[in-house]
Structures are given as C-alpha cells and as structure tokens.
C-alpha cells in the first residue's frame, strides 16, 4: 500500500486533503482512483489507512479509516554528525541510513573536510538531503521522516552535548573499544538520544579527537581492525547500535 506524509494528525472518519506534488504523484504518477486505499503518517509516529473519496482542483480527498501507533520506529534514537563527504556520496549515506532506521542528520564541517559550501549552496544541499530521507522513508515503510539539520562546525558540537544521553565518535586509530564494548560499560536505556560523530575522507586530527572527549564527553569508538569508508562508517555503527538493542529483530 502506498505511504503519504502529512503535516497534521487526525482521527478516524475525519477527512484529509492531499495536495500539491503528493496529488499529482497520487493521482498522475500511480494512477490511483476513487475507493483505493494508501497509508498517511502524521510524522509523529503514527499510521493511519485512509481511503480516497474524491478528487477536485485543490487535491485528493481521503477519510481516515484506522489509526495506529507505528510499530516500525525504532525507541533508540540515533543521530549522525557526518563530516562532509565528497560528490554525492551523503545522498547514499541518508538514504541507507534513513532505510536502517537513524533519526536525523548533522552535515558536520571539520579540519579535514575537503568540500566547502557557501551558504546557498548548504541550503540546496539541506533541501536535497530531505527530499531523499523523504523518499527512502516511504519506501521503507517508516512512519516519521528524519530530519536534516542544519550544517555544524566540529568546534560547534558542544552545543548540542545536552540533547543526547551518549555522544559516539568514530575514529580509525581506536584499536579495542568497541560498540559492543560500550554497551557492556552502560546501562543504555531502549529509548536513549545518542550522536554518532563521523569524519569524512581525511578523519579527525588527534586534536579534534582530544577536544570531543575533553569538551563533549565522548567516547571513542572502533569497528574492528579494517578501515571504513566515510559513507560507510556511519551506516554500519547505526546497524551495530540498533542489532544490540534489538531494533533489527529478535
């Protein structure tokens, strides 16, 4: 069944305008008619099965036949601060990312980022980003989009040390402590906020690394002896985080 997104929460048998490119992908894109049937989410976390009752100039009206809280979201939260990767290779990360089940992201510049942006330029880049986490969250069924921040500098991050539990750096020259490791040392409640730190091509400096663990309280991280792609590091930390609490299944 098809998924749309909407900016409003609703109940059962209350009726629902979809419009703009929503409509025209509904109704010229998948060619679907009165009486069928697509799954709305509100971006809360909750599913709502609706069914098309009429079309008009403004948009596709649907009623609300069911509401349910979704049952695909995943209770850890898990961001990326994903230093700057070269071409278009975040595409790939917030996708794959946005599949596996991350809560957001945090396009992150530091001393070592090759590509540089000017201001037009990130705000083209940040809307891009959203409309591929959009798809990728319907595609993979997902009940609430993650949502792109906006960019941050490495220098920057202590700002947000509060919003999360746990702050995670990953870095190539962390030889033993592992992310199965760090859940063995905390006590990591099911629905804790943690920042997954990520550099990009070229790493962290070794000063940069100081500063997270002085000013943020981070810990360093590894993935095993092999050294990981930028756009992959990311991706598979998240898949580790979720696999131990249980988020990818039994």
């Not at 009623?63 to 979201?73: C, F, G, Q, R, Y």
């Amino acid at each position: 069944m098809h998924r749309f997104f909407i900016d409003q929460s609703t109940e059962i048998e209350r009726k629902v305008i979809i419009s703009g490119n929503d409509y025209n992908h509904l109704k010229n894109s998948l060619r679907l008619n009165i009486g069928d049937r697509v799954i709305l989410s509100d971006g809360n976390g909750f599913d709502m099965k609706a069914e098309i009752i009429n079309f008009n100039d403004d948009g596709a009206e649907l009623v609300v036949l069911t509401k349910e809280k979704s049952k695909v979201e995943s209770e850890i939260k898990v961001w990326l601060a994903q230093g700057l990767p070269k071409k278009s290779k975040m595409d790939l990360i917030v996708e794959k990312a946005t599949e596996i089940g991350f809560a957001g992201l945090i396009p992150l510049e530091s001393k070592r980022t090759i590509v540089k942006y000017n201001h037009k330029k990130k705000d083209k880049k940040q809307s891009r980003w959203q409309r591929v986490v959009e798809a990728a969250a319907k595609q993979s069924g997902r009940s609430v989009i993650p949502e792109i921040k906006d960019f941050c500098s490495s220098d920057n991050l202590k700002d947000l040390k509060e919003k999360f539990d746990y702050i995670l750096v990953l870095w190539e020259d962390e030889t033993s402590y592992s992310i199965k490791q760090f859940f063995k040392d905390n006590n990591v409640k099911r629905d804790a906020k943690i920042l997954l730190i990520i550099g990009p091509e070229g790493g962290f400096s070794e000063s940069e690394v100081e500063k997270f663990k002085t000013e943020l309280g981070a810990e360093i991280i590894s993935l095993g002896p092999r050294i990981l792609r930028t756009e992959t590091a990311g991706i598979a930390a998240l898949t580790a985080i979720l696999y131990e609490k249980g988020e990818l299944g039994d």
